[in-house]
């Protein structure tokens, strides 16, 4: 009677080359052991292979997050498309051969901001008065389109008992105006070339929506876009009294390979001072293998 031989650990094995014989990977009982990749993310976290970007907080102890404007993110206020004013870059800083990036998800909160101060207030206008619409457009490169400024933030492990490390560099973009305390260095990219690919389009906010600040981004909306979903889904809550707004949208999946890099427009047409631009706070979710 043959014996089933492999390999029981909890730890990722590395790539396997073609042709290369390797002992098969199997549970603590047995049994052979297969990792779900497409609709269930948990045995991507338990394995070490799920990553997180996110704005950080300020926090105090006993006291709930707080998120000021210096620690968020001001968008460009673009009236139309600009290709070298992403709102994040995300390097895959694997050599040729090494692990691919898939995106899960990204979700942008959108900040109050008092135009005085340039920090987060309570009121729900970002001083894009006069936008006609939140647009939003994803792009994938072969190139390394980073030049310099933006805010790294850190890519971190879903699974804080795993060892493995983000072989990924996320920068978010910032605005070169003057806005309070909030004056941050500028993301700088370099133009899209040949091998550039636009892989999502969507529209978060639009006038057709039958309302006057309809199309106007306002503070405390939330705009959200999931990869990989085949199913076209496109949903909107908004809150009457406010006109808070969040938008759903699902895309296919996004693959960013070796040495590849994604970007993350957004833009607001009728739209275009950088004096009083729109704040916001960022998540987004991969996994790298």
């Known amino acids: 009677?043959?014996?089933?031989?492999?390999?029981?650990?909890?730890?990722?094995?590395?790539?396997?080359?073609?042709?290369?014989?390797?002992?098969?990977?199997?549970?603590?009982?047995?049994?052979?052991?297969?990792?779900?990749?497409?609709?269930?993310?948990?045995?991507?976290?338990?394995?070490?292979?799920?990553f997180r970007a996110i704005t950080p907080s300020v926090t105090t102890t006993g006291t709930n997050p707080s998120w000021t404007a210096i620690s968020g993110h001001h968008t460009t206020t673009a009236s139309v498309f600009t290709d070298v004013n992403p709102v994040f870059i995300i390097q895959n800083t694997q050599p040729v051969g090494g692990k691919s990036l898939f995106m899960?998800?990204?979700?942008?909160?959108?900040?109050?901001?008092?135009?005085?101060?340039?920090?987060?207030?309570?009121?729900?206008?970002?001083?894009?008065?006069?936008?006609?619409?939140?647009?939003c457009a994803v792009v994938i490169d072969t190139a390394n389109r980073y030049v310099s400024g933006?805010?790294?933030?850190?890519?971190?492990?879903?699974?804080?008992?795993?060892?493995?490390?983000?072989?990924?560099?996320?920068?978010?973009?910032?605005?070169?105006?003057?806005?309070?305390?909030?004056?941050?260095?500028?993301?700088?990219?370099?133009?899209?070339?040949?091998?550039?690919?636009?892989?999502?389009?969507?529209?978060?906010?639009?006038?057709?929506?039958?309302?006057s600040t309809s199309p106007i981004p306002t503070g405390g909306d939330t705009y959200a876009m999931d990869?990989?979903?085949?199913?076209?889904?496109?949903?909107?809550?908004?809150?009457?009294?406010?006109?808070?707004?969040?938008?759903t949208s699902a895309t296919g999946p996004v693959v960013v390979g070796p040495g590849h890099c994604l970007l993350y427009y957004l833009w607001y047409p009728g739209y275009g001072a950088l004096t009083n631009p729109v704040p916001i706070e960022v998540e987004a979710g991969w996994w790298e293998r």
């Open 227 to 247: 990869f990989g979903d085949h199913i076209s889904s496109f949903n909107s809550f908004t809150t009457p009294t406010t006109g808070i707004k969040t938008f």
């Open 1 to 50: 009677m043959p014996k089933v031989y492999g390999l029981v650990t909890r730890v990722k094995a590395a790539i396997q080359q073609d042709s290369a014989q390797v002992a098969q990977r199997l549970s603590s009982r047995g049994d052979s052991y297969t990792v779900q990749l497409g609709d269930s993310h948990n045995a991507l976290s338990d394995e070490g292979s799920y």
């Open 104 to 135: 899960d998800y990204v979700r942008l909160n959108v900040m109050s901001l008092s135009a005085s101060t340039g920090s987060a207030s309570a009121g729900i206008t970002t001083g894009a008065s006069t936008a006609t619409g939140v647009q």
């Open 150 to 211: 933006g805010t790294l933030l850190p890519c971190i492990n879903s699974n804080v008992n795993n060892q493995y490390q983000s072989s990924s560099t996320f920068i978010v973009g910032n605005v070169g105006a003057s806005v309070g305390a909030s004056n941050l260095v500028k993301l700088t990219v370099t133009s899209a070339g040949a091998t550039a690919r636009t892989v999502g389009r969507t529209v978060f906010r639009s006038a057709s929506a039958g309302s």
